[in-house]
């Protein structure tokens, strides 16, 4: 059974940066693409990036794009989102997600057949 933990969250002031960490366990294999999504108080969970089984395809949501990273390092069975500029609209609670595949398919919730327990960002002075 693949199983998910996020860490790295935290309480960040408005431009600085965070790094979420997504650790994978349970599944000796590498094919899988990682979603993260979030989630503000309030609000529908929306999916913020992806990267495929490889490390070699990655995707943004508009709002993220050009301030969010995503990486993988599959020898550590770890997926990592570099946060920078953060703004008081990123704060909420940030999940990783799990899909079989190589490449990223989009941001519907219930292709991803594992999740994390999430991990909350909050951005505020």
């Known amino acids: 059974q693949l199983q998910l933990v996020e860490s790295g969250g935290g309480l960040v002031q408005p431009g600085g940066s965070a790094r979420l960490s997504c650790a994978v366990s349970?599944?000796?294999?590498?094919?899988?693409?990682i979603g993260w999504f979030r989630q503000a108080p309030g609000k529908e969970r929306e999916g913020v990036s992806c990267?495929?089984?490889?490390?070699?395809?990655?995707n943004y949501a508009d709002s993220v794009k050009g301030r969010f990273t995503i990486s993988r390092d599959n020898a550590k069975k770890t997926v990592y989102l570099q946060m920078n500029s953060l703004e008081p609209e990123d704060t909420a609670i940030y999940y990783c997600?799990?899909?079989?595949?190589?490449?990223?398919?989009?941001?519907?919730?219930?292709?991803?057949?594992?999740w994390g327990q999430g991990t909350q960002v909050t951005v505020s002075s």
């Open positions: 349970g599944f000796t294999s590498d094919y899988y693409v």
């Open positions: 997600a799990a899909q079989l595949g190589y490449y990223c398919s989009g941001y519907v919730a219930h292709m991803y057949d594992y």
């Open positions: 990267i495929s089984s490889s490390g070699s395809s990655t």
